[in-house]
Structure formats: C-alpha cells, structure tokens
C-alpha cells in the first residue's frame, strides 16, 4: 500500500474512534484511560473492517452504555450498579475489545472469513453479556444461577434472567446484523452468533457460580474469547457438511 493510502486509511481508522471516544466521555459513558484504550483497540478493529467493523463495535458500545443507565439510581441504592458513576475505564475496553481487537490484527496480515466470524461473534458476545447483566439488574428483582438453580437476588454473581436473557440475544443480534450488512459474516451465521453468545454467557456464568470468579475483566475476556471460538466452530461445521 501507498504510504499517502496507508496514511489515510489509519486516519479513517482513528477519527470516528476518536470522536466515539469524545463523545462517550462528555456523555459521561468512558472516563478519560475508556476513551484512549477504547479509541487504540477500536481503531483496529475499524482499519480491518472498515465502517462495518466500526459501527458493530459502536452498536455494542451504544446499548452497553444506555443499558447501564437504565434505572441506574436504583442500581446504586441495591449496591449492584457499576463503579465510578456507570463510567468504563481502559480496564473495561480492554476485557470487552481485546479480543475482538486481537481478531481484527490477526485479519489485517491475512483478511480470511472465519476471522470476520470471529470478531463479529466476540463483539455480539461482549454485546449479549452487558446487555443481559444491566437490564436482568434494572428490571429483575430475582435472578437464578445455573449451577443449582436457586432463585437469589438480582445482581448475584453467576445470575441469570429471562428478560436479561432475551435483551442480551436482542443486541447480539443488533451487531451481527450490522456486520452481516457489510459483508463481514454471511446471513447464514446470524443466529449461531446469538447462540455463541448465549452458551458463552452461560459458561461465563457458571464460572462465577461454581469458581467463585470475582474479576469482571477476566470474565469478559473468557466470555468473548469463548463467544469467538464456538462461532468459529459453528462456521467450521457449517462448511464441512
């Protein structure tokens, strides 16, 4: 590539991040590290994928960001809202992108379709999880955890919703539509990325049950991580029959 191409092609990368990034911040949505690690993992994503691998990434942020707000006075009163006012950190963007992101790197020194499926499914993954998680806390009282089935109070480690259930297949979805609209995955992928990530949501789950796993960044991690993978063995299998 032309040195003016490339130049231009990383600057169509960085801008719309950046401007997300702005935005988010006045909206009170990142604080200042959100916006940086956002915008760095955001553009790769964005100079592999152009404005579809761009405005993917954006629906996830979008209605991960409205969800949290979502009743957010009474998420607070219980004790179960988010830290520092709702407001992600470079911590969150890189437990919700770095997987995504790392898919994205690997896409760019070899563009191959699985990679779309990859990213795509890791971001509607991280997209199923924090819409699920915010709306089962904003409008659940109850939830219940898959390792014993018992019914406990909203915002417990490891629970899960029916109404969180259905919203977090309802965004994950949103995304995948956005990347099948701009030729990322196929439209045969769509409904076996919501299904990566419900069973990664679910693992991630059962992970908070049964282990006891405290940190929500690792959790992230796993969870797009395993959202990525089982896509890509959905595609495999797809391609093998």
């Known amino acids: 590539m032309e040195p003016v191409s490339l130049a231009l092609k990383i600057a169509l990368s960085v801008v ?3 401007a997300l990034g702005l935005g988010g911040l006045y909206g009170r949505a990142f604080d200042r590290s959100g916006l940086v690690g956002g915008m760095i993992l955001g553009s790769v994503i964005t ?3 152009g404005p579809g691998g761009f405005l993917a990434m954006l629906t996830f942020v979008v209605l991960g960001s409205i969800t949290t707000r979502l009743r957010f006075a009474e998420k607070v009163s219980c004790g179960i809202s988010e830290a520092a006012g ?3 950190t470079w ?3 890189a437990a919700n992108l770095g997987v995504p992101a790392f898919g994205a790197a690997l896409a760019i020194l070899r563009p191959i379709p699985v990679l779309g499926v990859f990213v795509t499914a890791s971001l509607a993954t991280a997209a199923f ?4 998680t915010e709306m089962g806390k ?3 009282s109850k939830c219940f955890t898959l390792q014993d089935l018992k019914v406990r109070e909203a915002g417990a480690p490891g629970g899960i919703s029916a109404i969180g259930t259905v919203s977090g297949a309802a965004a994950a979805l949103a995304v995948a539509l956005v990347a099948f609209a701009f030729h990322i ?3 045969g992928m769509l409904a076996y990325i919501v299904i990566a990530g419900l069973f990664a949501s679910a693992a991630e789950s059962l992970l908070k049950s ?3 796993l405290r940190s929500t960044h690792v959790a992230n991690v796993t969870n797009t991580l395993l959202g990525g993978l089982i896509a890509v063995l959905f595609w495999t299998g797809m391609r093998s029959v």
Do not use: I, Q, W
Not at 129 to 132: E, I, L, S, W
């Open 185 to 187: 995955v196929g439209g």
């Open 16 to 18: 719309p991040n950046l």
């Open 86 to 88: 709702g407001r992600r």
């Open 91 to 93: 911590r969150n963007a």
């Open 210 to 212: 049964m282990v006891g």
């Open 138 to 140: 904003a409008y659940s």
């Open 47 to 49: 100079y592999a994928y």
């Open 129 to 132: 999880d924090t819409v699920a």
